[in-house]
């Protein structure tokens, strides 16, 4: 994103480095299934709730796109989290060891059921469903996503914000000892921590909103945002908050990571919008991770990356020029 110099294209290094990584992946999933290799492969898993295992009771929806799906080695090996370094393969390698148990959500602001749930509570009352999304990054690459989780409306209505609540704004862990991309440097691109994000009140309410823990059918892994992360399908990626630990209500438009680091490239709405480009590349087109190479001509970018149907009226009257 913003220090990345490079064309924002997949480097056929990154390809190689997905490869091993699958393979190794393979192994150790084997190899935690037959029993075998335990001694390292458990050093690789979270503390209780494990990457990979299987989530029960997940029902499928009618939110789907026809697309063929991103395979589970690119969505979990081509990752943007900065928090474990800047390169895309880095998630993978370095996030393995986060802890996502315990972990506490805490509430706060302007709603009536503010405080600091444990995270298993929280998503408990909720059912789990599978959702196939677009997920489309500023850097004008794409993924389907099968995402596992929950409206965020669902838990909205829950915590029951006042009429003060104007916007929500989400933070992510700070925890520099776990997540080596928050000491200074640029390693995690001298982002100011911890990354945070914001949705209007009616964005967050809106039935695409999701917050997720799960992938495949199976518990999230860390790279991709465990224990739980949002997802706006018709917003760039970099809306999609990972690693959840703090939702507040606010009443006026909350700091965001990536608005705070280069507001004349990243604004507050960050809508999927092929109008708009961004000031140093395109967002007229992109390419398919897993499935397009350096030579199959870019797909189209859709407007509100083909969720307008849902979206559109949520900014009625806006110059989306100027808040983009
Ligand atoms: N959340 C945190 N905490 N830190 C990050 O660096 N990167 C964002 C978003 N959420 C990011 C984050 C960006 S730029 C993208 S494109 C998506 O996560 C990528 O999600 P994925 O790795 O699951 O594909």
């Given at each position: 994103m913003l220090l990345i110099k490079q064309a924002p294209d997949i480097k056929s290094s990154e390809i190689t480095d997905k490869k091993l990584f699958s393979e190794r992946r393979r192994f150790l999933r084997t190899a935690?299934?037959?029993?075998?290799?335990?001694?390292?492969?458990?050093?690789?898993?979270?503390?209780?709730?494990?990457?990979g295992e299987k989530l029960s009771g997940v029902r499928k929806s009618t939110y789907k796109i026809d697309d063929k799906l991103t395979s589970y080695d690119y969505i979990t090996s081509y990752n943007n989290f900065y928090e474990f370094g800047t390169d895309k393969s880095s998630p993978a390698k370095f996030a393995k060891k986060m802890k996502t148990r315990p972990w506490t959500v805490v509430v706060e602001g302007e709603v009536n059921k503010p405080g600091t749930y444990d995270i298993d509570d929280f998503i408990k009352p909720h059912a789990l469903e599978?959702?196939?999304?677009?997920?489309?990054?500023?850097?004008?690459?794409?993924?389907?996503?099968?995402?596992?989780?929950?409206?965020?409306?669902?838990?909205?209505?829950r915590l029951e914000p006042n009429?003060?609540?104007?916007?929500?704004?989400?933070?992510?862990?700070?925890?520099?000892?776990?997540?080596?991309?928050?000491?200074?440097?640029?390693?995690?691109?001298?982002?100011?921590?911890?990354?945070?994000?914001?949705?209007?009140?009616?964005?967050?309410?809106?039935?695409l909103t999701l917050f997720v823990v799960g992938l495949y059918g199976e518990v999230l892994p860390n790279q991709n945002g465990a224990p739980l992360r949002l997802v706006v399908p018709w917003k760039y990626g970099f809306k999609s908050i990972k690693s959840i630990v703090k939702m507040?209500?606010?009443?006026?438009?909350?700091?965001?990571?990536w608005n705070m680091a280069g507001s004349s490239e990243y604004g507050f709405y960050s809508n999927v919008n092929p109008n708009v480009d961004h000031p140093?590349?395109?967002?007229?087109?992109?390419?398919?991770?897993?499935?397009?190479?350096?030579?199959?001509?870019?797909?189209?970018?859709?407007?509100?990356?083909?969720?307008?149907?849902?979206?559109?009226?949520?900014?009625t009257g806006m110059d989306l020029k100027k808040h983009f």
């Open positions: 935690a299934a037959t029993g075998a290799g335990l001694a390292s492969s458990a050093l690789w898993l979270p503390a209780s709730v494990q990457a599978e959702r196939i999304y677009r997920l489309r990054c500023v850097e004008a690459w794409s993924m389907i996503v099968p995402w596992v989780g929950f409206p965020l409306a669902d838990v909205i209505k009429s003060r609540a104007k916007y929500v704004q989400f933070v992510t862990l700070y925890d520099p000892e776990q997540m080596p991309g928050q000491k200074r440097g640029l390693f995690g691109g001298g982002l100011d921590w911890p990354y945070r994000e914001g949705l209007r009140i009616d964005e967050a309410m809106n039935p507040r209500f606010v009443e006026k438009q909350p700091a965001t990571t140093r590349w395109s967002q007229k087109s992109e390419r398919r991770i897993g499935e397009d190479s350096w030579f199959t001509p870019k797909r189209k970018t859709l407007m509100f990356n083909g969720y307008a149907d849902q979206v559109a009226h949520l900014y």
